[in-house]
């Protein structure tokens, strides 16, 4: 874990160590000097701005990220108007990937009115051979790119790139590696993420994530625990596990442990008071994780577990390990075990050979599970991934009917799933004042719905009971109860 170190101690006229973490806080004292260097020739601070694309495994990163900054002197900016800005990007739709070209854009002409501007761009996008021979040829403005298996690198390549040594380009191809022990800084005082594990082995047919994040490596239960300790410590009351498929945690560790037992060994730390995880693949949901939730008085009533299809021939052509009917079979165990739970699912609608029957088998699941939240999306193909080279690609019109056809009953069934907590009091982690009316806080639900009642932004950040009084469609209005 993260250990306060003083970088003015560290003598930067020396070699840098070649061991980690110790070699990035030489390198985090080297850009410390750079940016006091700079700010005094210039008479005002160098600012930061960190935009976030992707999932909630690239957020954790930006922590990273925003961290390291911070050590390094930079101050963080409002906006894009800084001096050194940074994407992580998100490859694992085609949109994701047009928006940061974007940006890329306006950005160049941010660059021609501030020549002290760096830019630099990082994430699973950078680990796509294409895209970085484009950003080489036409994007030379960009002066950082570097990847994911590489980010606990990032004190090193800044400071390369403070030191203006032309466009610096650093990708791996993969890693074994797990360097911790960095600096990092949340979004949020009383809530974090943690990765549990990195990368992923499942290779659905259609996704980019394990060829752009690597294979599947689990941290060890001990070094995952101290975290959580030092971030109760620290004032955290809320804890993500994180993972590309958090049912495989564990497995391929030396001494190998389940994830339902990691669970188990969170819930004993003291001042952590609500646990969620993400992501779960159905096919690795075991019985054990259904019992330790069930159990368990911290583990928020909420489960993510993405369906992709409901049509059985399109779940083998997806390889997703699992037919409609073991599907269906799973959502009913939990919910009969654990009836107060919110399921939430991912779809992706017009996947390569997609009928209007597997649609309507889809169709069928939605509705059969009533889903508290869904997030649906088209297909994209993805350069590389064995879908993009299948032949019946569904033509744009048929898809765009099927999305608005699903999006109608899911969004049917989460207002009516909403609406059961209408008049009940629940427990929420106060987590915003509410941007166009400051009276208002927002609060979330352990089963992640959000309510928003009249508060004292004193609150932020406590767990408190609210009385759902109006249910808005996908949200509350509500009020708070005294103690
Ligand atoms: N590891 C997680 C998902 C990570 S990606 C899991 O397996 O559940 C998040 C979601 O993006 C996926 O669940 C899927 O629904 C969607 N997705 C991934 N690749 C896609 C593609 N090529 N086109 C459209 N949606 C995709
Ligand atoms: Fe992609 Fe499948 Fe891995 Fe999720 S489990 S990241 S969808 S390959
Ligand atoms: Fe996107 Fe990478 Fe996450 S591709 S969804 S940011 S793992």
């Given at each position: 874990?993260?250990?306060?170190?003083?970088?003015?101690?560290?003598?930067?006229?020396?070699?840098?160590?070649?061991?980690?973490?110790?070699?990035?806080y030489?390198?985090?004292?080297?850009?410390r000097?750079?940016?006091?260097?700079?700010?005094?020739?210039?008479?005002?601070?160098?600012?930061?701005?960190?935009?976030?694309?992707?999932?909630q495994?690239n957020?954790?990163?930006?922590?990273?990220?925003?961290?390291?900054?911070?050590q390094?002197?930079?101050?963080?900016?409002?906006?894009?108007?800084a001096?050194?800005?940074?994407?992580?990007?998100?490859?694992v739709?085609?949109?994701a990937?047009l928006?940061?070209?974007?940006?890329?854009?306006?950005?160049?002409?941010?660059?021609?009115?501030?020549?002290?501007?760096?830019?630099?761009?990082?994430?699973?996008?950078?680990?796509?051979?294409?895209?970085?021979?484009?950003l080489?040829?036409?994007?030379?403005?960009v002066?950082?790119?570097?990847?994911?298996?590489?980010?606990f690198?990032?004190?090193?390549?800044l400071?390369?790139?403070l030191?203006?040594?032309g466009q610096?380009?650093?990708?791996?191809?993969?890693?074994?590696e797990i360097?911790?022990?960095?600096?990092?800084?949340?979004?949020y005082?009383?809530?974090?993420?943690?990765?549990?594990?990195?990368?992923?082995?499942?290779?659905?047919?259609?996704?980019?994530?394990p060829?752009?994040?690597?294979?599947?490596?689990?941290?060890?239960?001990?070094?995952?625990?101290?975290?959580?300790?030092?971030?109760?410590?620290?004032?955290?009351?809320?804890?993500?596990l994180?993972?590309?498929?958090?049912?495989?945690?564990?497995?391929?560790?030396?001494?190998?442990?389940?994830?339902?037992?990691?669970?188990?060994?969170?819930?004993?730390?003291?001042?952590?008071?609500r646990?969620?995880?993400?992501?779960?693949?159905?096919?690795?949901?075991?019985?054990?994780?259904?019992?330790?939730?069930?159990?368990s008085?911290?583990?928020c009533?909420?489960?993510?577990?993405?369906?992709?299809?409901?049509?059985?021939?399109?779940?083998?052509?997806?390889?997703?390990?699992?037919?409609?009917?073991q599907?269906?079979?799973?959502?009913?165990?939990i919910?009969r075990e654990?009836?107060?739970?919110?399921?939430?699912?991912?779809?992706i609608?017009?996947?390569?050979g997609?009928?209007?029957?597997?649609?309507?088998?889809?169709?069928?699941?939605v509705?059969?599970?009533?889903?508290?939240?869904?997030?649906?999306?088209?297909?994209?193909?993805?350069t590389?991934?064995?879908?993009?080279?299948m032949?019946?690609?569904?033509?744009?019109?048929?898809?765009?009917?099927r999305f608005?056809?699903?999006?109608?009953?899911?969004?049917?069934n989460?207002?009516?799933r909403?609406a059961?907590f209408?008049?009940?009091?629940?427990?929420?982690?106060?987590?915003?004042?509410?941007?166009?009316?400051?009276?208002?806080?927002?609060?979330?639900?352990?089963?992640?719905?959000?309510?928003?009642?009249?508060?004292?932004?004193?609150l932020?950040?406590?767990?408190?009971?609210?009385?759902?009084?109006?249910?808005r469609?996908?949200?509350?209005?509500?009020?708070?109860?005294?103690?």
């Amino acid at each position: 874990m993260y250990q306060e170190i003083d970088l003015d101690k560290i003598d930067i006229y020396t070699e840098p160590p070649i061991e980690e973490p110790a070699r990035q806080y030489y390198y985090m004292a080297k850009c410390r000097k750079l940016v006091e260097k700079e700010t005094k020739q210039r008479g005002r601070p160098f600012t930061f701005c960190v935009t976030t694309f992707g999932c909630q495994m690239n957020a954790r990163d930006s922590e990273k990220l925003t961290g390291i900054l911070e050590q390094a002197g930079f101050l963080p900016a409002p906006d894009e108007h800084a001096d050194f800005v940074i994407y992580n990007t998100c490859t694992v739709r085609e949109n994701a990937n047009l928006k940061v070209y974007g940006h890329l854009g306006l950005l160049k002409h941010e660059k021609k009115s501030n020549p002290h501007m760096r830019i630099a761009l990082c994430g699973c996008m950078m680990q796509e051979p294409k895209v970085v021979e484009k950003l080489k040829k036409s994007y030379r403005f960009v002066d950082l790119i570097f990847g994911t298996h590489n980010i606990f690198k990032f004190a090193e390549l800044l400071a390369r790139t403070l030191e203006g040594q032309g466009q610096v380009i650093d990708i791996w191809e993969g890693t074994d590696e797990i360097v911790e022990d960095l600096p990092l800084e949340r979004k949020y005082p009383f809530k974090s993420g943690v990765n549990i594990m990195f990368g992923c082995n499942n290779f659905c047919s259609y996704c980019i994530v394990p060829y752009v994040r690597g294979r599947e490596r689990s941290r060890r239960p001990e070094d995952i625990l101290q975290e959580i300790e030092m971030l109760a410590q620290d004032g955290v009351s809320e804890v993500m596990l994180l993972g590309q498929n958090v049912n495989s945690y564990g497995k391929t560790l030396k001494t190998p442990i389940s994830f339902g037992e990691l669970l188990r060994r969170v819930e004993q730390i003291e001042g952590i008071r609500r646990i969620r995880f993400m992501t779960s693949h159905p096919k690795d949901l075991s019985e054990e994780l259904i019992q330790v939730m069930k159990a368990s008085e911290k583990i928020c009533r909420h489960l993510h577990l993405p369906l992709q299809s409901g049509s059985t021939r399109i779940l083998k052509a997806m390889n997703r390990r699992y037919t409609k009917e073991q599907y269906l079979d799973l959502a009913e165990r939990i919910r009969r075990e654990i009836p107060d739970i919110s399921l939430t699912t991912d779809i992706i609608v017009g996947f390569p050979g997609e009928t209007e029957e597997d649609f309507l088998e889809t169709l069928d699941v939605v509705q059969r599970v009533q889903y508290d939240n869904a997030y649906t999306f088209i297909y994209s193909k993805r350069t590389g991934t064995p879908a993009a080279a299948m032949e019946n690609q569904v033509p744009e019109a048929e898809v765009k009917s099927r999305f608005d056809r699903l999006l109608s009953l899911v969004q049917e069934n989460a207002r009516a799933r909403t609406a059961r907590f209408a008049d009940t009091v629940q427990e929420v982690l106060i987590e915003e004042v509410n941007e166009h009316d400051p009276s208002l806080l927002t609060g979330r639900m352990s089963n992640n719905l959000l309510v928003h009642f009249p508060g004292d932004a004193a609150l932020m950040g406590s767990i408190r009971k609210v009385r759902l009084n109006e249910c808005r469609g996908f949200y509350y209005m509500g009020t708070l109860i005294s103690d």
